[in-house]
């Protein structure tokens, strides 16, 4: 997610405001925001699931269309957003 320098302080809020909620949404086992090291204003939720239909319940809860309502307005770029699935583990 790439952020407009002066809406970061607002998403930062709604993510500290909601982030428990996130994360005791059944079925989600980890949450967590990265920042990027070189980019100040680009962030990412790294959050695992354990099942793809328990990702897609929240992706349609109202807890999930409350948040991103607030926060898609506040991007300086297109968001996207991926699901990756265990390949090797060492």
């Known amino acids: 997610m790439h952020f407009k320098e002066e809406n970061l302080d607002q ?4 993510f500290g405001k909601h ?3 996130i994360r ?13 090291a070189s980019h100040p204003l ?4 790294l959050s695992h ?3 793809a239909e328990d990702l ?3 992706r349609n809860s109202e807890l999930f269309k409350n ?3 607030q926060v898609k307005v506040l991007f300086s770029a297109s968001p ?11």
């Open 42 to 45: 680009v962030f990412t939720t």
């Open 80 to 90: 996207y957003a991926f699901s990756l699935e265990k390949f090797i583990e060492l």
């Open 49 to 51: 699931w354990n099942t």
């Open 24 to 36: 005791n949404v059944r079925g989600c086992t980890h949450l967590e925001l990265l920042k990027d």
């Open 11 to 14: 998403f930062l809020e709604i």
């Open 67 to 69: 948040v991103w309502g």
């Open 19 to 21: 982030k428990n909620a």
């Open 56 to 58: 897609e319940a929240y």
